[in-house]
């Protein structure tokens, strides 16, 4: 088993061909340009004529749920990250392989990007003292990655979910996050299936340039803190083509993330697509250039969020853009949430230069749109266009929703305007919900 290590690694100038293209096609998202292209996409990492590293052939036994393959997938990575020069390729094949936490850590030797196809299940063990930190699957320190294939990471979480304390312990130890991305750069990870994470599913941290394409990802509502995808420290992240269903946010983007772009999104069930929260930490920095557009979110506690902690720290969430976004029966549409957490201490985060546009829809409150912002640093540059979002509710015999703000700066524009932006001012979003819902 490879030693965690978190001491800075000196990286080679190790660049895929396609590095430039997926950086400036995100950058081009701020411009309105376009992002994803398949079969570009499809030209950046060669998976033929590579030498094939197969995890059977280092010992790993499928089906057979009292052999955990942690060795024989250690020892499959060493042979091909470590002690190959050659372009390599590792194969999990089909079956069902049983796997406890594992570590897959670089740089490795070859100049070309190591390609992981996964056409079978891994399966998680369940006895969470196997797990002396909060990861199942973690790749660290690798500079051009592609996981690929149809295959699922089942997490097993329904048989340790009962050991997650963390609504009642603040201190609590989390469980662990299925895949977890840890100074990776330059990789794309497609076409698999996350099934019912222990804890959150795909984990993205000081990443840059990382492409999460088509993927499935799922878990019950009920499931405690099964974030679909969650990204910190991290700039020029894509997600794209996915569906998210689970127990908490289907996308948290939180602190010092920047140049984030997610489309053709379906959420539900879930807590939405967040920024934030932000200021729980000390640590915690600003984020940037956020973009949500042409997505849909079904059945889920919250839609298009925001989310600051009120305390002693301090930041700025700017360049936010949910647009062309469909909401189906969501009960918080539109919400900026600045009392999240601490509700009696205002917020000392600064959000600004916000764009919501082109949303449509039904929503499940009687408030579609609620506003909550900091009355330190009140929201500013709030844009609404063209939102229509109907009352989808059996209590009320109207279609008309409300919006509620407070200690923000909105402009609207558009022909579409169900409700009118801010047309009531005052109590922040637990009141204004528990008044109009």
Known sequence: MITRSRRLIDFEAVVLLGCALLISCAAGAFRGGHVYDENSRRGLIQTAGRQVFDVTK????????HKDNVQPFMKTWIAACRNSNAPAKIVIPKGTFLVGPVVFQGPCKSSEPIVIEVQGVVKATTDVSDYSSPEWFSFEFIN?????GSGTFDGQGPKVWPYND?????NCQHLAASLRFDSVNNAIVEGITSLNSKWFHVYVYECKNITLNNLKITAPAESPNTDGIHISASSFVNVSNT???TGDDCIGIVQDSHNIFITNVTCG?????????LGKWSFDKGVSNIVVRNCTLVNTTNGARIKTWGGQTSGEATGIIYENIIMKNVKNPIIIDQNYGRKNQPSKWKI???HFRNIKGTSAS???ISLACSSMFPCEVVEMTNINLAYGGTKFKTSVTDSVCANAKVTQSGSLNNPIPCSSKGPTVPSAQSVFE
């Open 144 to 148: 051009g990655l592609l996981i690929t």
């Open 243 to 245: 569906a998210i269903g």
């Open 352 to 354: 600004k230069d916000v």
């Open 366 to 368: 009687k408030v579609s």
């Open 166 to 170: 963390c609504k009642t312990n603040p």
């Open 58 to 65: 280092y010992g790993a036994v499928a089906n057979n749920d």
């Open 269 to 277: 069930p879930g807590h939405g697509i967040s920024v934030g929260s």
